[in-house]
């Protein structure tokens, strides 16, 4: 009931391409869907987040897309960058709860 | 402000030792969360302190491992002894739960802790 489920493990994306992670949660009650993102030897920073009353939120290249039917959302990193190479953590939570973490995705951007 | 400062930055100790790991929230967050990362399990939460109160220690894997926030500014990860499996990141994270930004997780550098 507490887990979110992400994938894919991994991503290879070339550069100016389209990076998607995926994440399914089972409990409808959540109600804080963030995503974080973490640089190697560094903390994990939040990235963008969203609430489920929108199904859309939109930062930059980075987009978040909400499913509340399907219980699930994704991340989508439109012209993706070598800078944008990270790990890429779903997480949700219960109104002002702890955040439960996806297992993460390793993204690599080539040039 | 600092952001979330946590030291040792790497920690190499045998098996046995006790290891302390220290944590000091941003200033003005009113919880704490000590978090393990390894590759095979990701992101585990071990514990989390609401106004120095410990609220949920359901993640802290068996009695070597102990936390204690004395103040708002202070916490320490501490295992005892500590075991080759235990080598991971460590993480400790504060945020203010209540307010408008409430679910904001700051994330500290880690320790990185290996156990030989």
């Known amino acids: 009931q507490q887990q979110v489920k992400q994938s894919p493990q991994s991503l290879i994306v070339q550069k100016g391409g389209i990076s998607i992670i995926n994440c399914a949660y089972e409990n409808t009650a959540f109600d804080y869907f963030p995503w974080y993102q973490q640089f190697p030897g560094k903390g994990p920073a939040l990235l963008i987040a969203i609430r489920p009353d929108v199904s859309e939120k939109k930062e930059g290249r980075f987009t978040i897309s909400f499913n509340k039917s399907a219980k699930q959302f994704s991340l989508h990193i439109m012209d993706s960058q070598p800078g944008d190479s990270a790990t890429y953590f779903c997480?949700?939570?219960?109104?002002?709860?702890?955040?439960?973490f996806g297992t993460g995705t390793r993204l690599q951007v080539f040039p | 402000d600092a952001g979330v400062i946590q030291s040792p930055r790497h920690e190499v100790t045998e098996m046995g030792q006790e290891v302390t790991l220290r944590c000091k929230p941003i200033s003005g967050h009113n919880s704490l969360f000590w978090y393990r990362q390894t590759m095979m399990r990701g992101l585990e939460l071990l514990i989390y302190?609401?106004?120095?109160?410990?609220?949920?220690d359901s993640g802290m894997p068996e009695d070597r491992f102990s936390a204690k926030m004395p103040n708002a500014s202070f916490s320490t990860l501490k295992i005892q002894p500590s075991e080759p499996r235990d080598s991971a990141v460590y993480f400790c994270?504060?945020?203010?739960?209540?307010?408008?930004?409430?679910?904001?997780?700051?994330f500290g550098s880690g320790t990185q802790l290996s156990v030989l």
């Open positions: 997480a949700a939570s219960l109104n002002t709860d702890k955040l439960i």
């Open positions: 302190f609401n106004n120095n109160v410990p609220i949920d």
């Open positions: 994270a504060s945020s203010f739960l209540g307010g408008p930004t409430n679910e904001k997780l700051f």
